[in-house]
């Protein structure tokens, strides 16, 4: 009997890029050394990457995820693993963990995400030919100098864990980005038009405003005695402000609603009314929403702070009247989970400060604060504690915050260290250690000159408020960001979970989720401290229990045992309005 040749290992990492204009993948051992190069066809590279992610299971390294994934999965093709490159150097060269100096400033390592493939996922398969100026290099020579360098700055850093850590949260994120926009959000079209026509009146059929808003823009005038009134140029609208007596120096609805005048009400309406037919009305409608879907772009890591952003269709802001229109597929349900006070159990967390983590266990966490004796009632115990978070530390929340520095000591001076770090222009991590950017030359240039011998009060005063408003924000970085790290956690832990279910037969499928998704309950929508699954009705308590215990191991996850606890409002329904 011939001997059998011995079987190379697995690769434990496939990189993806392009070769003189061709797709192409190397293969990496559990060392990052690489044990093999493939060239692929545009029309293979699907059903390659399929068979190597049911057999190996890798983690896929590319330059970014929305060139490539988007494409894979129109082609029904998931992964579970990847490393963004993109998403990766922009952490590891500002990060105060990673060795000075390991990556560089890169111009073309810093560019913004690519677009390309979002709207038309078969852009991926026409690779042949000159490359886009659009994204980081996708030169697979250049892909695997960037991931090397990065494995690099992990390896020497001065906390190996938490980096890989967080540069594994952050790529999950950019899978789960690029299938929230593959799956959608469930919308029904016919409930967003009546909850317009409710709000607005009906769609003018020949332009122009809808009759309820022209109502509203009337009475404005009316009360300011000025029928040509602009009412959506700020510098005339204040111009007939000021002539009818109310002399405020912005229109916002704060400054608004703090004066006494007969225009006020019907201004306020009319902003808030103007304001939904601008950002989600029928125009909104028409262009991001289509065959019962809402498909946002959502930009991973898009705020300083780790926080997602969205580049497209206003995910991030969509206002509670149309949560009517949320409406899962027949035979679908929604789970719509948030969680309960995220970032103040973060900071319990964060500073293992055990009494406000007793605080919030299994209960409202200002509520416990008010048991605990901190504070009278359960409004000054949230004006004090956001006030604490975000820099609020005067007028009603100055008042309070010695009651809680010394019910919270451990907190409290976790984000009173971040503040003054800031103010002495220093910069903060987060608890995997994202770093906050440093102040910038006008800043440093404020604060020096502020310190002459010839410096004047004007400059005195102004390094003063530069110098706390640097602190109110490294203050807010460190909680912020950190809650940011454990949703990413979360929502990686759920995928995960999710995936693992049984899928339900092609007669119950919601085939508009797509070929990834429309026999199982899967992520749909992501807010910040909020996510909402689409799961096939008999799945969909399954769903909500692995809702739960992914945010508890995510807590485990990022804060080991620590007695911190993230409770969530789940709600299992046909729609996502809550009561």
Known sequence: MAERMPQPDPPSWIVLGRTDGAVAAALLDADGVETERRTLTRAGLAVWVAEREAADAPRWVWNDAPQWYAALLASGVRVGRCHDLRLCHAILR????????????????????????????????????????????????????????????????????????????????????????????????AAHDRVLAELLGERPAGGGLPAKLAAAAARVREALGDPA???DSQPKLLRSLHRAGVLVESTSRWELAEQKHPV?????????????????????????????????????????TGRWASSGGGALQLPRQLREAVRADP?????????AQLEPRVLAAMSSDTALAAAARGRDLYAGIVESGAVPSRQ????????????????ESGRLMPRLRRAYPRAMGLVDDAARTGEDGGVVSTWLGRTSPPPSEAWAAAQSQATEAEASGADETRARRWARDR?????????????????????ADLRTRLHAMPPVADDAAAPRSGPVFANRPHLAFFLHDEV????????????????????????????????????????????????
Do not use: C
Not at 277 to 301: H, I, K, M, T, Y
């Open 94 to 189: 500002t990060s105060a963990l990673a060795a000075a100096g390991a990556i560089q400033e890169a111009d073309e390592w810093d560019a913004a995400p690519f677009v390309g493939a979002v709207a038309s996922a078969p852009a991926l398969f026409e690779l042949e030919g000159p490359s886009r100026s659009a994204g980081p290099p996708d030169d697979l020579d250049e892909v695997l100098a960037e991931f090397g360098r990065q494995r690099d700055a992990i390896a020497r850093s001065a906390d190996p864990s938490r980096l890989r850590l967080l540069v594994a949260a952050e790529s999950a994120g950019a899978l789960i980005a690029e299938e929230l926009r593959a799956a959608g959000l469930p919308w029904d079209a």
């Open 264 to 304: 006020i009400p019907p201004l306020l309406e009319y902003k808030k009314l103007s304001r939904l037919l601008s950002a989600n009305g029928w125009a909104w409608l028409d262009e991001w929403v289509a065959d019962g879907r809402f498909r946002p772009v959502f930009v991973p890591g898009g705020v300083v």
């Open 380 to 395: 000054e115990a949230k004006i004090a504690l956001l006030g604490a978070m975000y820099g609020a530390t005067t007028g």
């Open 532 to 579: 909402i699954v689409h799961a096939p009705a008999e799945l969909a308590d399954a769903a909500a229990e692995a809702v739960t215990d992914a945010a508890a191991a995510a807590g485990r996850l990022l804060f080991g045992d620590f007695p911190v606890d993230f409770r969530l409002d789940v709600h299992v329904a046909e729609s996502a309005l809550k009561d």
């Open 471 to 491: 602190g109110r924000f490294t203050r807010n970085f460190v909680v912020q960001g950190t809650a940011a790290e454990w949703a990413l956690a979360w929502m």
């Open 229 to 231: 009134a602009s009412l």
């Open 331 to 339: 035979g679908w349900k929604l789970v719509v989970a948030d969680v």
